[in-house]
């Protein structure tokens, strides 16, 4: 994603990259009861993260 050309969308003010993160969707119980071999059994998913300065808001886009 471009980021030169990403504004916030509360005050229009530039938005900074902050690097790529890992979200975890699901349990962690699966982990817990079966181990390694439970977190095959959780979703993933990457997404990059920019923050506003200005204003603290924060965006989160898949990446390319």
Do not use: I
């Amino acid at each position: 994603m471009s980021q030169d050309t990403l504004k916030c969308v509360r005050c229009d003010s530039p938005l900074t990259f902050a690097g790529e993160r890992d979200f975890h969707e699901g349990s962690r119980g699966w982990g817990f009861f079966l181990g390694d071999l439970g977190e095959l059994l959780v979703n993933r998913e990457k997404v990059e993260m920019y923050v506003c300065e200005a204003c603290g808001h924060l965006e989160f886009f898949l990446p390319d």
